[in-house]
């Protein structure tokens, strides 16, 4: 059974910084991409950042030069490195994997960007 963890959200000011980790557990197999979404309170899930077991890379608009996505694939974990946080960067942060046709999930973490 393929279980995503993530950590490292919490409260952070405007303008500071915050690092994601999404640990897999359960897998044999190195995801074909990892990647992160978010959900504000009464938006969609939207996307933020993926990344593909060759290192190409994809980020929304909204998070371009802020945040960077990296992953290890020894450990088959993604990192989400969060810079300059704006208050409209706030909601629950999710870790996805993808392998062929299987998608799998983490639970969420929150991140609150607030002063």
């Known amino acids: 059974q393929v279980q995503l963890v993530e950590s490292g959200g919490g409260l952070v000011q405007p303008g500071g910084s915050l690092r994601l980790s999404c640990a897999a557990s359960g897998s044999r197999f190195t995801f074909n991409a990892m990647d992160w979404y978010r959900q504000a309170p009464g938006k969609q899930r939207e996307f933020v950042a993926a990344m593909t077991s060759d290192g190409s890379t994809a980020y929304a608009g909204s998070v371009k030069g802020r945040f960077t996505i990296s992953r290890d694939n020894a450990k088959n974990t993604v990192y989400l490195q969060m810079n300059s946080l704006k208050p409209e960067d706030t909601a629950v942060y999710y870790c996805?994997?993808?392998?062929?046709?299987?998608?799998?999930w983490g639970q969420g973490t929150q991140v609150t960007v607030s002063s």
């Open positions: 996805g994997a993808q392998f062929g046709s299987l998608r799998y």
